[in-house]
């Protein structure tokens, strides 16, 4: 479904707004929230985006939040096809961390795959700014806290 450019110039001042409340409740009431991150691939390639709310000029490893009660890996697939319209994946899971990302403490489950395609057909424009591929070792700056570790993760360069 195609939006208006009108529609999603306002959802995305609508998201702007919800990511300074989800930051003012963090400070407010610390918990430890949950969320995934899914790393991609294609060739040595690694795919990035940068978020139309919070650090706008930062890149980042495509994931969100789970849902209360929602099992990691659907959650993971669920990010997925909402942000990227990618689906049906054979999501691996690499390791499971607490960390703060954007100052929120969260305990995030990282997944990867590889894509035999990298042709992203539907990128939400409300949410995602741009998506791009970068070689693992020529990754663009500033980044988001995650990519390094999860990159080096994948590479068996950390444990």
């Known amino acids: 479904m195609l939006l208006s450019a009108l529609r999603v110039a306002v959802l995305r001042r609508l998201y702007r707004l919800a990511w300074?409340?989800?930051q003012l409740r963090a400070q407010l009431w610390p918990r430890r929230g949950r969320g995934v991150k899914c790393l991609l691939t294609h060739e040595g390639e690694v795919l990035l985006v940068r978020h139309t709310y919070g650090r706008r000029d930062t890149w980042y490893i495509p994931g969100g939040a789970a849902r209360r009660g929602e099992p990691m890996m659907r959650a993971a697939a669920r990010e997925l096809e909402e942000e990227l319209?990618?689906?049906d994946?054979?999501?691996v899971d690499m390791a499971s961390i607490d960390m703060r990302l954007e100052r929120i403490a969260v305990h995030i489950v990282c997944v990867h795959a590889e894509l035999a395609d990298p042709t992203l057909?539907?990128?939400d424009p409300v949410e995602i700014a741009q998506a791009r591929w970068f070689a693992m070792d020529a990754l663009p700056a500033p980044l988001g806290s995650e990519v390094g570790l999860l990159v080096a993760?994948?590479?068996g360069e950390a444990s």
């Open 20 to 22: 300074r409340g989800v």
């Open 85 to 87: 319209g990618v689906r």
């Open 89 to 91: 994946l054979a999501l």
């Open 121 to 123: 057909v539907q990128v």
């Open 153 to 155: 993760l994948l590479r």
